[in-house]
Structures are given as C-alpha cells and as structure tokens.
C-alpha cells in the first residue's frame, strides 16, 4: 500500500520558520512530480509548490513565492518544505501528493498524505 507520511508540522509565531517533510512508503516516487498543498478552516485545498522528479525545476503559488522552499532528496526518497517568513495566514493543514504526470504546473495528483497541521501565531 502507497502512503505519503508528512512531518514536521506544528506551532509557530509570526515571522518563524519550519521546515515539513514528506516521506513515502510503498513505492520510490523519484521520478514523480511532487507536491505540497495546504487547506485553511473553511476554505478549500489550494496549491503551494511543486517540484520535478529530479529536484531541477519547482514551480510555487505567488502566496509563498520568496518565503517557501520545496526539495526533494531521492536518495532518502523524501521531499522537503522550507517555510520562512511564516505569516498567520499560513495556518493550515499541509498534505504532501505525488503525481503521475510529468508538468510541474497542471495536472491532477494521484496520491495523497494525511495531512500535518500548521498553525502560526501573530
């Protein structure tokens, strides 16, 4: 069974930094497109950043654009989300995909994590 396993979510104020990690079970997704978006309390799941199966090309909503960083290290089989500059409108729960596609920027995702929540304080 495919699992994506988010980490590395939790409190921050205002201006902080934390840093999310995606690991994945069942399969390697090193040549998969990957993905982290976020959903906010009554809003709907919106896009944050992806990266290209080699870690060359990374794409990113103009919310984070500056501020987030998103890698991958295919060794470990694992991609990251750098976020600085945390802002209170950050505040959600961020899920990790892997998709089948090979564009950075449309397409649909075919797997999902559960979800790690991040809350920033003002």
């Known amino acids: 069974q495919v699992q994506l396993v988010e980490s590395g979510g939790g409190s921050v104020q205002a201006g902080g930094s934390l840093r999310l990690s995606c690991a994945p079970s069942?399969?390697?997704?090193?040549?998969?497109?990957m993905g982290w978006f976020r959903q906010a309390p009554g809003k709907e799941r919106e896009f944050v950043a992806s990266?290209?199966?080699?870690?060359?090309?990374?794409y990113y909503a103009d919310s984070v654009k500056g501020r987030f960083t998103i890698s991958r290290e295919n060794a470990k089989n694992t991609v990251y989300l750098q976020m600085n500059s945390q802002k209170p409108e950050d505040t959600a729960v961020y899920y990790c995909?892997?998709?089948?596609?090979?564009?950075?920027?449309?397409?649909?995702?075919?797997?999902w994590g559960q979800g790690t929540q991040v809350t920033v304080s003002s």
């Open positions: 069942g399969r390697t997704f090193s040549n998969n497109v």
């Open positions: 990266v290209s199966g080699s870690g060359d090309s990374t």
């Open positions: 995909a892997a998709k089948s596609g090979a564009s950075i920027v449309i397409g649909l995702y075919d797997y």
